[in-house]
């Protein structure tokens, strides 16, 4: 059975298929056997881990990185390509999953929906009916990064009747606005739905100019990378009604602890649960096994990162 390298953890079902499949090591136990760093030639992790890079340089037979998740952002991918390493993803079989949350989200942000199941719960009716909510038909909602996820938003939102604009760096073959730049974007819309790359490109691209721009009845969902938004300055917009409302499933820091945030009322929190179905999670491990197996069997990857890749799609 091949000996892999594992950073992060599975959950328990999850787990026992890649025992069944490989056989796995943590670092701490690297570091108490050395003799197996030179027989290791495969490392599994998930997009919320990072891998360090003195463990990848300590191993001198690794020859595969997968990660079980579409972002890399946490790997060195150009480190372990330029030193013919493989790093695999998984790209596709989370799209809808991810989509859903943000379509649920938004929902919930606009209808409030979590706030009206505790004024029930807390006999909070009895006293007066729930305060009047926004509705999404007939709203502006621009994008931010119009990929697999981004465009599979938009079709969702179809439905609703809203007005779809755009932005991104190439004018895109969609019947949606497109705006060249993020601040025009949110002085164009209601709503701002993050679905683009994280890493170094667009670190803080959602900053104070961004949300001033987005404005005092704008709403902002997050389910990109939490680098994308600049949190100190999403907190003071949400504190002084910069912005009217936030959803987020991602954090600058995770798991989110010892923040401002959950103490708002106007911000909805998510614990980065894009891909947190049975069914996705499950199709994503498959694919992490299957490109492990490949690439340590002499065989292409079935979805490699993409030569050159610096940051990790969201």
């Known amino acids: 059975m091949e000996t892999l390298v594992q950073i992060g953890v599975f959950p328990e079902e999850f787990q026992s298929l890649v025992d069944q499949e490989f056989l796995c090591l943590t670092p701490q136990d690297l570091t108490h056997k050395p003799h197996l760093l030179h027989s290791v030639r495969g490392l599994i992790t998930q997009s919320n881990y990072t891998v360090p890079l003195a463990l990848l340089e300590s191993l001198p037979a690794l020859q595969v990185i997968a990660t079980s998740g579409v972002g890399f952002d946490g790997i060195p991918v150009a480190w372990a390509q330029t030193r013919g390493i493989v790093v695999t993803h998984t790209p596709?079989?989370?799209?809808d999953a991810v989509c859903e949350l943000a379509i649920g989200l938004l929902l919930a942000l606009l209808r409030e929906i979590p706030a009206a199941d505790r004024f029930v719960r807390q006999g909070r009716w009895s006293q007066g009916a729930y305060p009047l909510t926004s509705g999404l038909a007939r709203k502006s909602v621009g994008i931010v990064g119009l990929g697999r996820i981004g465009r599979g938003i938009a079709?969702?939102?179809?439905?609703?009747?809203?007005d779809l604009f755009y932005c991104g760096s190439v004018k895109a073959d969609v019947p949606f606005r497109h705006f060249s730049?993020?601040?025009?974007?949110?002085?164009?819309?209601?709503?701002?739905?993050?679905?683009c790359k994280g890493?170094?490109?667009?670190?803080?691209?959602?900053?104070?100019?961004?949300?001033?721009?987005?404005?005092?009845?704008g709403y902002l969902v997050n389910v990109a990378r939490g680098t994308v938004v600049d949190e100190s300055a999403l907190l003071a917009a949400l504190r002084t009604g910069g912005i009217r409302a936030a959803a987020l499933d991602v954090f600058e820091d995770e798991p989110l602890q010892d923040s401002a945030l959950v103490s708002l009322p106007n911000a909805l929190l998510s614990p980065h649960a894009g891909?947190?179905?049975?069914?996705?999670?499950?199709?994503m491990l498959r694919l992490t096994l299957d490109n492990l197996h490949a690439v340590l069997c002499g065989r292409p990857a079935l979805?490699?990162?993409?030569?050159?890749?610096?940051?990790?799609?969201a």
């Open 199 to 217: 890493g170094s490109d667009t670190h803080h691209l959602v900053n104070a100019q961004v949300l001033q721009a987005l404005g005092p009845e």
């Open 303 to 313: 979805t490699p990162v993409p030569a050159a890749a610096r940051v990790s799609a």
């Open 181 to 195: 730049g993020v601040i025009e974007l949110a002085q164009a819309c209601d709503i701002l739905i993050l679905s």
């Open 155 to 162: 079709a969702r939102l179809q439905a609703f009747g809203v």
């Open 92 to 95: 596709g079989v989370l799209d």
């Open 275 to 283: 891909t947190a179905t049975k069914e996705t999670r499950a199709q």
